[in-house]
């Protein structure tokens, strides 16, 4: 499971991204035969939440057990799911997609086009409270229905027959193949549903899947659950893992413990560590598309607070504070690297160019320490606001590296910009996840990790009207930007491709948030496991193809 869900907007962030272990019981010799029992042991930070895929925060190991219309392959490539073929009409709006024959729920119930069409229709009912609604975004009348405007029934999608699934867009979306790959655009079966009533997806047993794996043992709250094999599933044959166990470890030396007694097979490192076993034979550093950044409270509840955060100077200001390089080095200590905007390096290339879009749109000045101009700037904004102090709250979690991350961040800041106090606010991630979500804080160590390959995933969170918008900054042009690549430039690569750039120079530039770091985790990794599937952004880790050599 996931080791950091920072779904991520943590905003995940928040987290959701997965750490995958594994084990190794009974495998045969050399001839490549596999034993019957093929088992790994995974280490999750977290209980699960929930396992109903439109109330899910993030989606790190779901992809394992839903499956949709296609599912992710190596390198971020969209390959076979749940159709078996696809067509999009020449402009772009329309795509029909046609559903195996085989493709079956895990208690053997055919799957067919309308569990599609309701699945859709019931995340983006509001009365659902979809976190990640905004995805469907593009679909005709999502939106809308989001809203609560329009029945969920006028959604754009239809079942001409129980095979074919048709999804009409409003304009072009140049993501659609790959955004199919998400967990979120799984089937669901309105007959289960309607059987469990409240206590659907309150537990594994009151659920059916769609994708190699089906869960068992989870109970709604406990430690421990698993994956195993489901035979119903349409690719059977090519998976070749029998089981899959979890169990919940939130201390660094606990995993590094079971990992050490093999009771464990990967076991992500803390700072501390990777100094230990940075030569180690089994060390392996693994990316991730996170950015971690601080989001800003433009509607805090404090006059005074807010009224600085909608300073663009003090903003400014505190992001040219901090001394990323030392953060990363000195404080996190791992393979992270540093900043050159919103959107992380290596998730997507200029489709003209091939220049990575980060580096293309890279600002100097904008992400990189300056103290004596940090200075300037917040003289400059308190003098505007009128106010000579300042006292703020840093809000983060108390887990893995954050606590010393805030408590840098206070040092930081107090020694950079005069008059300046902060107070730190170190919780469980679960509450600093509620509160973050209501608005209650003023300065929040937060994060986003993409949820599939493309610009977009990044910059859509910052619109006007994106639930993950958590600090409610609103800029006009930004929204024009965003939405011009999502529908009116979506079918011209290099327009597309040019709004974005804009977008995210222009978070920097006016410091919506202040971006910190990209997210690299160390790992000790069992070097028996094969054919695990690893992407930096989306489903992170796909077990199907996985298994244990000897």
């Known amino acids: 499971m996931k080791k950091r869900w920072i779904a991520l907007t943590t905003f995940a962030a928040a987290l959701i991204l997965v750490l995958a272990g594994c084990g190794n019981k009974n495998s045969e010799s050399g001839s490549g035969k596999l034993a019957d029992k093929q088992v790994l042991n995974l280490s999750a930070d977290a209980p699960l939440d929930t396992i109903d895929i439109a109330k899910a925060t993030g989606y790190g190991q779901t992809g394992n057990v839903f499956e949709s219309l296609y599912r992710l392959g190596k390198n971020g490539k969209p390959i076979a799911g749940l159709a078996s073929s696809s067509k999009v009409s020449k402009d772009g709006k329309t795509w029909t997609f046609k559903i195996r024959s085989n493709a079956k729920f895990s208690n053997g119930q055919k799957i067919t086009a309308q ?19 905004y995805l469907f975004s593009g679909i005709k009348n999502a939106e809308k229905i989001n809203a609560g405007k329009l029945n969920p029934s006028k959604l754009g999608v239809s079942a001409p027959d129980k095979q074919t699934f048709v999804v009409h867009l409003d304009e072009p979306i140049a993501y659609f193949k790959v955004l199919m790959t998400y967990p979120l655009f799984s089937p669901v079966s309105k007959k289960v549903i309607d059987k469990y009533g409240s206590k659907y997806a309150t537990n594994s047993e009151y659920m059916v899947y769609t994708g190699p794996f089906k869960m068992t043992g989870w109970k709604g709250t406990n430690d421990h659950w698993a994956f195993v094999k489901n035979n119903q599933y349409w690719d059977k044959k090519k998976v070749k893992l029998s089981r899959i166990n979890y ?106 160019t091939g220049e990575d879009f980060a580096k293309q749109a890279y600002l100097k000045g904008t992400v990189e320490y300056d103290g004596s101009r940090a200075k300037k700037l917040w003289n400059q904004g308190m003098k505007e606001i009128g106010e000579k102090k300042l006292t703020v709250s840093l809000m983060s979690t108390n887990e893995n590296d954050d606590k010393n991350i805030s408590e840098y961040f206070q040092v930081q800041l107090q020694n950079k910009l005069p008059g300046m106090k902060v107070d730190l606010v170190n919780i469980p991630s679960k509450v600093a996840y509620s509160r973050a979500a209501k608005g209650d804080f003023d300065i ?21 009207n994106s639930g993950y918008n958590y600090g409610k900054w609103q800029n006009s042009t930004y929204d024009k930007l965003v939405k011009n690549a999502q529908n009116q430039d979506a079918n011209d690569k290099n327009k597309r491709w040019a709004d ?51």
């Open 500 to 550: 974005m750039i804009k977008a995210d120079q222009l978070v920097v530039k006016e410091a919506a948030i202040a971006p910190l770091y990209q997210t690299n985790y160390s790992f000790l990794v069992n070097p028996k496991v094969k054919g695990v599937i690893h992407n930096t952004a989306g489903t992170q880790w796909n077990y199907k193809t996985a298994y244990i050599s000897k």
């Open 247 to 352: 169990s919940v470890n939130e201390n660094p030396s606990t995993i590094l413990s079971l990992y050490q007694s093999k009771k464990l097979d990967m076991a992500q490192l803390s700072s501390t560590q990777i100094k230990n076993y940075r030569n180690n034979a089994d060390y392996q550093t693994i990316p991730y598309s996170i950015t971690r950044f601080l989001a800003f409270n433009f509607k805090s509840s404090d006059a005074k607070v807010r009224k600085a955060m909608n300073n663009k100077h003090i903003r400014q200001a505190i992001s040219l504070a901090i001394n990323r390089k030392q953060l990363v080095n000195k404080v996190i200590g791992d393979d992270s690297t540093l900043p050159k905007g919103f959107v992380p390096t290596d998730l997507a290339e200029n489709p003209k």
């Open 115 to 133: 569990d599609f069409v309701y699945s859709w229709q019931r995340t983006l009912n509001p009365d659902t409270k979809s976190q990640y609604a």
């Open 444 to 464: 929040y160590v937060s994060g986003w990790g993409a949820d599939f390959t493309d610009p977009i995933s990044h910059l859509q969170i910052l619109q006007s």
